[in-house]
T-cell receptor, first 115, second 114 residues
Framework: AQSVTQLDSQVPVFEEAPVELRCNYSSSVSVYLFWYVQYPNQGLQLLLKYLSGSTLVESINGFEAEFNKSQTSFHLRKPSVHISDTAEYFC?????????????FGKGTLLTVNP | GAGVSQTPSNKVTEKGKYVELRCDPI?????LYWYRQSLGQGPEFLIY????????DSGLPNDRFFAVRPEGSVSTLKIQRTERGDSAVYLC????????????FGPGTRLTVL
């Protein structure tokens, strides 16, 4: 069975500081990996995803994540955060085999950006 | 364009009652998913529809839970004999075809069972 672990439940940072939100997965098969973001009072939105190819994937708002197979990680990073990045971030995995539609989510990391 | 919508946004019911939660997917999306998010947890998969049929209902916790999608568009999640442990946010998502197509989530229905 696949599982996704987000190591930090809360990450407080100051505006313009760099941030890394950690995500590790375990799976006996190849996986696809996703980061979703949930802004206050809004639904989950896809931030970025890794399916294949380049292990570094980027979002339109400056976040990036790198798939690291040897460390089974997919950490999310941003070099300089804004107040508007305050949200809950969920890492999710999907098996590349049979049930390649079912997302398995981590518990989420609440990113709070302070002025 | 319109996103995924869910009604009601909040539902409070008493233990033992029956509830229905509705999901309107994005027009043209053939794949529809239900997830449940309990407090402090990430969403957990419940069921996946491809068109009108439930392709995978392995996440439904027991036979009190049932979902339908009779015309391949709107879906209803039905919970019989509700229990306090059913309290959670129920999320619906849709995607164009399924597989790795991006899943677009609705705002959720917060169910509280007293």
């Amino acid at each position: 069975a696949q599982s996704v672990t987000q190591l930090d439940s809360q990450v407080p940072v100051f505006e313009e500081a760099p941030v890394e939100l950690r995500c590790n997965y375990s799976s006996s098969v190849s996986v696809y990996l996703f980061w979703y973001v949930q802004y206050p009072n809004q639904g989950l939105q896809l931030l970025l995803k890794y399916l294949s190819g380049s292990t570094l994937v980027e979002s339109i708002n400056g976040f990036e994540a790198e798939f690291n197979k040897s460390q089974t990680s997919f950490h999310l990073r941003k070099p300089s955060v804004h107040i508007s990045d305050t949200a809950e971030y969920f890492c999710a995995g999907m098996n590349s085999g049979g049930s390649n539609y079912k997302l398995t989510f981590g518990k989420g990391t609440l990113l709070t950006v302070n002025p | 364009g319109a996103g995924v919508s869910q009604t009601p946004s909040n539902k409070v019911t008493e233990k033992g009652k029956y509830v229905e939660l509705r999901c309107d997917p994005i027009s043209g999306h053939t794949a529809l998913y239900w997830y449940r998010q309990s407090l402090g947890q990430g969403p957990e998969f419940l069921i996946y529809f491809q068109g009108t049929g439930a392709a995978d209902d392995s996440g439904l916790p027991n036979d009190r839970f049932f979902a339908v999608r009779p015309e391949g568009s709107v879906s209803t999640l039905k919970i019989q004999r509700t229990e306090r442990g059913d309290s959670a946010v129920y999320l619906c998502a849709s995607s164009l075809m399924g597989s790795t197509d991006t899943q677009y989530f609705g705002p959720g229905t917060r169910l509280t069972v007293l």
